[in-house]
T-cell receptor
Framework: DAKTTQPPSMDCAEGRAANLPCNHS???????VYWYRQIHSQGPQYIIH???NNETNEMASLIITEDRKSSTLILPHATLRDTAVYYC???????????FGTGTRLKVLA | GAVVSQHPSRVICKSGTSVKIECRSL??????MFWYRQFPKQSLMLMAT?????????EQGVEKDKFLINHASLTLSTLTVTSAHPEDSSFYIC?????????????FGEGSRLTVL
């Protein structure tokens, strides 16, 4: 079973920040949080991952709460090409096995 | 980043035939690859873990005789859908991890869309 819960859908205006929440209340101390996105009919694309510190790269920022029970992916300036399904995943401890949840369908509006 | 490639990207076959899908890691060696399937408007469902040189590990409910997985080299895993039926029509996606395990990031292929008539 997936270890994360996400809202099924969100809309965001083009140029604005998109904040995608994820709940992972049962996460273990050494499990990482990963974010991927899937554009229609393509394979998932890696965005970012983190353990307990906030992370930033050229695509996004990841904010993890101090208790690690939830996180937020931030796309600072959403574009139409960011329309996709975003998956928050907790890596199964000790393996590379990912269990995908239902994800959030983000629609960026012009 | 590392590249994972799948072939074919689309395949249409008649009911009862077998179809092979290839997954290659192009610029790295992958001791472990994963196969997922995805139905329309649904999430990815893990089917099996493919281990180089050994038998695949299948998730509960996935028929191993139906979905044959072979991981004969560090850069190639194949999924064969045997005696395919219309209900096997789906989007099949593979992913691979880097040898050595220094990162948990997975690299995904482009996916292969199977349509069984």
């Amino acid at each position: 079973d997936a270890k994360t819960t996400q809202p099924p859908s969100m809309d965001c205006a083009e140029g604005r920040a998109a904040n995608l929440p994820c709940n992972h209340s049962t996460i273990s101390g050494n499990e990482y949080v990963y974010w991927y996105r899937q554009i229609h009919s393509q394979g998932p694309q890696y965005i970012i991952h983190g353990l307990k510190n906030n992370e930033t790269n050229e695509m996004a920022s990841l904010i993890i709460t101090e208790d690690r029970k939830s996180s937020t992916l931030i796309l600072p300036h959403a574009t139409l090409r960011d329309t996709a399904v975003y998956y928050c995943i907790v890596r199964v401890e000790g393996t590379y096995k990912y269990i995908f949840g239902t994800g959030t369908r983000l629609k960026v509006l012009a | 980043g590392a590249v994972v490639s799948q072939h074919p990207s689309r395949v249409i076959c008649k009911s009862g035939t077998s179809v092979k899908i290839e997954c290659r890691s192009l610029d790295f060696q992958a001791t472990t690859m994963f196969w997922y399937r995805q139905f329309p408007k649904q999430s990815l469902m893990l089917m099996a873990t493919s281990n180089e040189g050994s038998k695949a590990t299948y998730e509960q409910g996935v028929e191993k005789d139906k979905f044959l997985i072979n991981h004969a080299s560090l850069t190639l895993s194949t999924l064969t859908v045997t005696s395919a039926h219309p209900e096997d029509s789906s989007f099949y996606i593979c992913s691979a991890s880097l040898t050595g395990g220094r990162t948990g990031e997975l690299f995904f292929g482009e996916g292969s869309r199977l349509t069984v008539l």
